[in-house]
C-alpha cells in the first residue's frame, strides 16, 4: 500500500564530516530495517504505518489560527485601507 523507495546511491560526493556516520552500525540498522519493511505485505506495511504514525496529533482549529496569527503571512493585511464600514449600504434582514 505504501512502496517504500529502494535505496539510492548518493549523487553527491560525500561530506567529510558526515563520512564517520556512513560507516557507522546505526547506518547498517536503518539498511536492515528497510529491507525487512519492504519485504511485508501491503497490509503489514500499512499496519506498520498507522502504528508509528497514527497517534500524531493534528493541531487543532485553533492551534492553526494562533500559528497563521502569529507567522506573520498575513501581516499585509494591517497596511490595507478600510473599504467598507457598519454604516454602508442597507442591512440584511435574516
Known amino acids: 500500500m505504501f512502496p517504500l523507495p529502494a535505496p539510492?546511491?548518493?549523487?553527491?560526493?560525500?561530506?567529510?564530516?558526515m563520512e564517520s556516520a556512513a560507516?557507522?552500525?546505526n547506518l547498517e540498522l536503518v539498511e536492515s530495517l528497510l529491507r525487512v519493511i519492504q519485504s511485508l505485505s501491503s497490509?503489514?506495511?500499512?499496519?506498520?504505518?498507522?502504528?508509528?504514525?497514527?497517534?500524531?496529533?493534528?493541531?487543532?482549529?485553533?492551534e492553526?489560527?494562533?500559528?497563521?496569527?502569529q507567522g506573520g503571512s498575513f501581516d499585509f493585511w494591517h497596511e490595507e485601507p478600510d473599504l467598507?464600514?457598519?454604516?454602508?449600504?442597507?442591512?440584511?434582514?435574516?
Open 64 to 69: 492553526i489560527m494562533h500559528l497563521a496569527d
Open 43 to 62: 497490509h503489514e506495511q500499512a499496519l506498520l504505518f498507522d502504528k508509528l504514525l497514527g497517534e500524531i496529533p493534528y493541531p487543532s482549529t485553533t
Open 84 to 94: 467598507y464600514a457598519a454604516s454602508d449600504g442597507e442591512p440584511i434582514s435574516w
Open 8 to 17: 539510492q546511491e548518493p549523487t553527491l560526493p560525500p561530506d567529510p564530516k
Open 23 to 25: 560507516t557507522s552500525p
